[in-house]
């Protein structure tokens, strides 16, 4: 079967895809009592710091607790055009995933804010311990330096579906190279370019459902044609 008539199984970076910006990134500045961890994402982008120790450095140098950080988080909104997609899939009973480098109750706890139903979120975790953060890896891969969540594996048990991701940085390089479409802004788009690899590129959501319901209409008349 070509993976063009397989179902879709969606897949979708956090911050910068679903967000306007950069969550965590905005966290560790406001709430790093110090600059350190400007030296560490210095370390990181220049491929002489693992992106698990990278974040590992900075949110133990956080200081903020799980109150005042989702006081915070509050504010952060979702793209609208996320829950029509999650409409859109449900209707087909086609699976829609999270894969982060961010930290997973910071996710369920913007997604909850926003009115969004649980789903699959794979990402780091994270413990509070009164004004100090415990993050730990459960997806990590030491052979990966660019991600503290080794993100392509969460897309292996899809290989019979046709995978679409959507995402913007260094850290979705691996699960945009093993997807079928990709949606790709800011870093990613660039490194997929100079790969010279496909992708369409995105600044909101909109044309993820877009291609979605496109991809679905071409389906149905392909199958009315054969019928």
């Keep these: 079967m070509p993976r063009t008539s ?3 199984a969606l897949f979708f970076d956090f911050d ?25 994402e210095h370390e990181w982008a220049e491929g002489r710091l693992p992106a698990r ?20 988080l509050s504010a952060v ?9 999650l409409g859109w899939a449900a209707a087909r009973d086609v699976e829609v995933s999270i894969v982060s480098d961010s930290f997973a109750p910071l996710i369920r706890n913007i997604l909850e804010n926003n009115g969004i139903a649980p789903l699959p979120v794979f990402a780091n975790e994270l413990a509070f311990d009164g004004a100090r953060l415990r993050p730990s890896f459960p997806f990590a891969d030491p052979r990966c330096m660019r991600s503290a969540n080794a993100k392509a594996r969460h897309l292996l048990p899809y290989r019979g579906h046709r995978i679409v991701f959507a995402g ?6 691996d699960a945009a190279l093993a997807a079928d479409v990709v949606f790709a802004k800011d870093t990613l788009a660039r490194e997929l370019e100079s790969r010279s690899v496909a992708f369409r590129p995105f600044d909101t959501l909109a044309p993820v459902l877009e291609f979605l319901q496109a991809e679905y209409a071409r389906g149905r008349a392909a199958l009315l044609r054969l019928a």
Aim: charged share 35%; aromatic share 10%.
């Design 16 to 40: 910068n895809t679903l967000t306007e910006g950069d969550v965590l990134d905005q966290i560790i500045e406001r709430f790093s009592p110090d600059e350190r961890w400007r030296d560490w």
């Design 6 to 8: 397989m179902k879709p």
């Design 53 to 72: 120790e990278c974040l590992r450095l900075q949110i133990e140098n956080l200081r903020v607790s799980r109150e005042t950080l989702f006081d915070y």
């Design 77 to 85: 909104r979702v793209d609208p055009a996320f829950s029509d997609i």
């Design 168 to 173: 913007d940085g260094h850290s979705d390089l």
